[in-house]
């Protein structure tokens, strides 16, 4: 386990099962013309359960069995590109089955935006449990008044953050977030591949990835280089983000966050 060398423990632990709860701004989330389980039909929606149903089968190891398949991480090649706004349109899309529940994770621990996005503050997280072992997963995950969805927040920075998610605490963690509850998808919003080390750490430990593509922004050879770094996943999908829309149909609405 690697020293906290960044201040002092936080306080207190989360022990009230009130402030396990996380109520998500649902109406801001519509404004920002994302997806929530009461929105209705949209482009966006139409879109993710399109995008959401070969990860699922895939999770679910309907055509072929896959380590961690359950556990999905949603990055890009570069900031800007919009993979915190997939990864949560992902993750309501996939609250909606009837026969899953999901845990969404911030797993862009160096610049965590997750929680913002969802108007809420920020909350012990991941980073805590790696450093802390007397803090159970349990304690820091958020229950949501979207019914099927918890989150796990990024928790406090820490420079050792890409020893920490590549230790052997964290191998565990994932084991243990991926066995608990066979019924449970885990998507995490990672770092940009190209801006960071911790996205590549994070990406080889997971069962599928998905990379978002920023429609006429992000280079061939960006592209290139993310999917050189994890050529080692065998589960790789692509995600053509900010892309105009046809005539006659709803615009690819985005919160360019990520």
Request: with cysteine; hydrophobic share 40%; net charge negative.
């Amino acid at each position: 386990m690697i020293p906290d060398t960044t201040g002092p423990r936080l306080e207190p632990l989360l022990v009230n099962p009130d402030a396990r709860f996380a109520d998500i701004n649902l109406p801001r989330l519509q404004q920002l013309g994302m997806i929530t389980h009461d929105g209705g039909r949209s482009g966006v929606a139409e879109d993710f359960r399109i995008i959401k149903r070969p990860l699922l089968r895939s999770a679910r190891g309907i055509e072929a069995p896959i380590h961690h398949g359950n556990l999905i991480i949603v990055t890009s090649a570069l900031p800007g590109e919009g993979k915190t706004f997939c990864a949560i349109n992902l993750a309501m899309s996939m609250a909606m089955e009837r026969d899953t529940t999901v845990l969404l994770v911030d797993a862009d621990v160096a610049r965590p935006a997750l929680l913002n996005v969802l108007g809420l503050e920020a909350r012990p997280g991941l980073m805590d449990v790696l450093l802390d072992e007397e803090l159970d997963l349990s304690d820091v995950i958020l229950r949501t008044n979207v019914p099927a969805l918890s989150l796990l927040p990024a928790g406090r920075r820490n420079k050792h953050a890409t020893e920490l998610l590549a230790s052997r605490s964290m191998s565990r963690l994932l084991d243990d977030i991926a066995n608990r509850y066979p019924d449970r998808i885990v998507i995490f919003d990672s770092p940009p591949l190209l801006l960071t080390s911790e996205a590549g750490v994070l990406a080889a430990q997971m069962g599928q990835v998905v990379m978002v593509v920023e429609a006429e922004r992000t280079t061939h050879s960006s592209v290139r280089e993310a999917l050189r770094q994890i050529e080692a996943c065998r589960n790789v999908n692509l995600i053509y983000n900010k892309t105009q829309p046809f005539s006659g149909n709803d615009p690819y609405g985005y919160y360019d966050q990520g």
